[in-house]
Structure formats: structure tokens, C-alpha cells
């Protein structure tokens, strides 16, 4: 018998809309749903996270979970909350964005156990790229009137904004076919829930109309709240845009950093959403980080379990030495651990100089360094002063006025980190 996976997403503060029933039928058997994912990248971000997550604790609880990639609808685009259509993509492109996102999913489902709730992926181009329009609008436009799909509130704020360029046929249309793929799934694996964001609630139940009045059966719709911070900035983005789940578009440390800047009202929340910890773990986890906020208790374990789930423990603890060393105490042998890649996302925004190679190897001083070669500071006479409160150093070293630069001070052979008091640092690159 499964658990009551309803009951688990109701304490974590993941339920938004729930229709009436849904959670009896959960208990009675295991049952099938789905969540849609939007494959015009080839890697998920945090805004995804959510609905894995719904996924995750669905297979947890007992039953067969379905990530659907939307490689018909990603094509169409969604009215729901956008004002911009999607590009059209090839079918060489899906197939990529599809293979990379499965692999990430991996991560979190899982789709190789011998257990009859075995993840599965599917994708809706694969039932939609040989549907004619004469044949969709004959076996599925003619069962929903066209005042229902006004009604639904995605479609009343598109036609009513404020851009006056309304809504084309094309992305009227998606209800439509998202409800079809409900339909599908419906009868081909017998899903019975479909679950997504709170802006989903009226693609959902199109779907599950078309259940009842095409499939002669009995579906359901489940939504989760969009996910905010308190601050009023989105969730998921950031100077250099969103927060991918790929290393290759934002790194371990990064991704480590995004969740450990986290405001202690939003970490009390999303320690509930994208964790797996337990009721009593995160209860107790509350209590300690109020008695003493300064440590963030919860942001590090809330940072620590992300990064371990879609990175891996090693990239984890690889992200906190990163940050000891920017915000922490650390030796020049921490900074020759670090790749230069690494290095350079570290001390990004960090102030930069070049100096020439030549320069370098002639003896260059630590007042040209800081001034005749840079301008890091403002004059010589504000260079010695540092250097004689030993306020500056070199690679996490103190230095003192007579300090000249050697190659043994390069850090991946080019790169010098010079600091000014605890906070106060410059790059030096000789090229």
C-alpha cells in the first residue's frame, strides 16, 4: 500500500490546489502521474525543482511517477504567465535537450529499478508529430466550447494585458493539447494525476475535462505554489540570470553560494520543498537556527543537501573551501588547490590588473603592484601605510614593504590575489 503522499506534500507547503478526492484515490492503490517540463534547454534550472521534487516524493511514496518533456508544446509556447511565444525547435535539438535532461532527472528518479514504479520519461512529440490538424480538431477541439477555454484565467490576463498584442490561436491552442497529453497518458498507462505549478491549474483540469468526457473516467489535478522570496525578487535568478542545475552553466560554488545567500524566512520554507529531510529533522533544525541565526544553520544545510543531490559530495565540500577562502580563513596552499577556472569564479567582480610578463620577471615590487602598475591604490605614500599597519598580502600571506614578486607567487602560473585588511581584494594577472 503506498504512503500518503499528499499528506507529505501538505506539511512541506507544496500544495496550492488540490481537486476534491484526489488524495483517497492516492491511498487506495499505486497509482500514475505526471509533470510537464519544458525542454527549450539542455539543462534544468531551480524553477524545475519544484515539480521533481512532487515527482520524487510520488515515487517515494509508493507510486510510478512520469516526467513528461514537452517537445510538441515547448514548441507552441504556454500562455500561462508569459508574454513572449517559443521558438520553434528541431528534432535534433529535442533529442539532445531530452537525453541531458533525463540525465539530470536521474539524479532524482529513478528510472532503473525492477519495482512496478519505475520512473518513466516520455515525450509528447513523440504521440503529436503525426496528429493532423484536421484529425486534433475533430477528436479533441470539438469536446471543449471555446467559452470554457475563455474562462480559464491564463487565457483572461493574456487577452486583457497590457501589451494590446493579445493571444495568437497558436498559444489559445495549448490547453488543448496539454489536456490531449493528460488524455494519452491517461489511456495508455492509466495516469491519473497530473501535477505543476499553481499557474497550471487551468491547462490541468482541461486535461481532466477531456478525461471525463473522452476517456469516460475520472482524473485529477494537483498544483504546488510558485515559488517567491520574500524580498519581492524572483526565485531562481540572478545577476547572470537563471540558476541551472548544469555545472557548465552554473557552477557547483555558485549553485552552493545562490542557496547559502538565502534569507531565513525563504530558507525556513525552502528547507521543507527541496530537501528530503524529515518532519522532525527540520523542526529541530528551525529551533537551532532561531537560537542562534548568526551561524545560518539552515542555509548551510539547506545549501549542503542541494549541492550533494544535483552535484555530489565532493563538489560540495570543494564549494565550501571556494567560500572559505572569500569570506573565510585560508592559507596560499588552499588557493593552489584551485583550478583557474575556479579561481576566477571565486574573485569574479574582484578588481583586475595586468601586468607584462616582462614586468613580472624583472622584479616587481609590491608599491608597483599596488599603485605604478595598477592603480589598485591611490599613491605610494597609501601603499606603505597599509604595508606598515600589515595590512596587506600577498595569496593570503602578510607582506611587508621589501616584498618583490617571484614566479612561486603565481597561482596557475599567472594569477596573484593581493589583499587589503579582511575584505578588500585585487587579481593581478601577468600575461
Known sequence: MPTNFVEELRWRGMIHDIMPGAEEHLMEKMRAAYVGIDPTADSLHIGHLVGVMMLRHFQKAGHKPFALIGGATGMIGDPSGKSQERNLLDEETLAHNQKCLKEQLSRFLDFETEDANAAVLVNNYDWMKE?????????????????????????????????????????????????????????????????????????????????????????????????TKADGTKFGKTEGGNVWLDAEKTSAYKFYQYWLNTSDEDAEKYIKIFTFLSKEEIEALIITHKEAPHLRSLQRKLAEELTIMVHSREDLENAITASSILFGKSTGDDLRKLSEKQFMEIFEGVQQAVVSREEFTNGLTIIDALVGKTSFLSSNGE?????????????????????????????????????????????????
Open 383 to 431: 601603499a606603505r601605510r597599509e604595508l606598515k599597519a600589515n595590512a596587506i598580502s600577498v595569496n593570503k600571506t602578510k607582506v611587508q614593504e621589501d616584498f618583490t614578486f617571484s614566479d612561486k607567487d603565481l597561482i596557475n602560473g599567472r594569477y596573484a590575489l593581493i589583499g587589503k585588511g579582511k575584505k578588500t581584494n585585487f587579481i593581478l594577472i601577468v600575461e
Open 131 to 227: 496528429f493532423s490538424f484536421l484529425d486534433f480538431i475533430r477528436d479533441v477541439g470539438k469536446h471543449i466550447t471555446v467559452n470554457y477555454m475563455m474562462a480559464k484565467d491564463s487565457v483572461k490576463k493574456r487577452i486583457a494585458g497590457d501589451d494590446n498584442e493579445g493571444m495568437s490561436f497558436t498559444e489559445f491552442s495549448y490547453q488543448l493539447v496539454q489536456g490531449y497529453d493528460f488524455l494519452h497518458l491517461y489511456k495508455q498507462h492509466e495516469c491519473t494525476l497530473q501535477m505543476g505549478g499553481s499557474d497550471q491549474w487551468g491547462n490541468i483540469t482541461t486535461g481532466t475535462e477531456l478525461i471525463r468526457r473522452i476517456g469516460g473516467g475520472k482524473a485529477f489535478a494537483l498544483t504546488c505554489p510558485l515559488i
